[in-house]
Every structure is written in C-alpha cells, then in structure tokens.
C-alpha cells in the first residue's frame, strides 16, 4: 500500500499496468488497491501540478499566518472549517506552537483579490485575532516535483 501511494504521489497518470509491474502484481491488482485506497479515504483525490509562469502570470498565491481563539468544545476545528469553504482557499493546516496557530494557502487572480480576501472575509470571521500575510514570489519545488524548468545541479549536493 506504502509503495503504491509513492508512486502515485510521483505520477498520479501512470497506468495500472505499469504500476503493477513495478510493484510485481497485474494491472487488476493494482486497479484494485487504488480503489480500496480511494474507498478507505487514504486518498483524497488527484491533482495536477502547474507551472504559472508558463501558465498564468497573473496568478498570486500568499500564506496567511492566522492567530485565532479556539472555541469551546471543538477547539480550532469550526474556524477551520469555514475558511476551508472559501474557494481561493487552497489548504488550511493547524500549527503545533509559535505565533500562529493556523496557516491558511490562498490563490487568487491578482494582489487585490488576495488582500480583499484576507480584509473582507478571513479578518471578519469570529474568534479569528490577528492575520499575518506572506505573498509567495516564486515556487521552486511543490509536492516534490520541481517547478523550475531547470534540473538541479546536483554536483555540490553530499
């Protein structure tokens, strides 16, 4: 099972048959352990990978740094859940410690939309207290697969 999310996380496109034969089992068997994967939750869907730069220019993406009130009984979980509704949210993480205690990704088609975002509508939410936001400049790797249309040197890495 371990394997099969490895590779798929790597290459969410590649074929049962070729996924079975590099774990050593049918592309059946293999179709049949994504599937029993995908109804167990461990994987919770597929995504592509985009470089913007070539894509869309225009596209802006900031962390928002979020220090919030945990409510009674059900701690961070319902802030979470409604900024996680908001579709220029890409992800929604709690922190462990430090000066904030969630940390919210945003895409959003400009500056201004960013900032209306994080002005209007996370800084309005109940129980949120103070919002922190870091514009992303430039993506050099994402979920393991590098950006850049250069390859690494790898001459200096020990």
């Known amino acids: 099972m371990n394997d099969i999310v490895k590779i798929l996380q790597q290459n969410a496109r590649i074929s049962n048959a070729a996924l079975g034969e590099m774990l050593g089992i049918s592309a059946e068997e293999a179709a049949e352990e ?3 994967l995908e109804k167990s939750g461990v994987i919770k869907g597929y995504s592509v990978i985009v470089d913007d730069d070539l894509y869309d220019k225009s596209t802006v993406y900031a962390t928002i740094e979020l220090k919030v ?3 009674r009984d059900c701690g961070f979980d319902d802030i979470a859940k409604t900024i996680m509704m908001y579709d220029e949210v890409e992800s929604v993480s709690l922190m462990s ?3 904030y205690d969630l940390a919210v990704e ?3 088609d400009n500056l201004k939309d960013v900032a209306f975002f994080v002005s209007e509508r996370l800084a309005t939410i109940d129980g949120i207290l103070s919002t922190s936001t870091h514009f992303i400049l ?3 790797k994402e979920k393991g697969i ?3 249309s250069e390859e690494p040197d790898e001459r200096g890495l020990v």
């Open 34 to 36: 994504i599937e029993k």
């Open 138 to 140: 430039k993506k050099y």
């Open 97 to 99: 410690s430090g000066a």
């Open 146 to 148: 590098f950006i850049d």
């Open 106 to 108: 945003v895409k959003g």
């Open 69 to 71: 009130t945990p409510q």
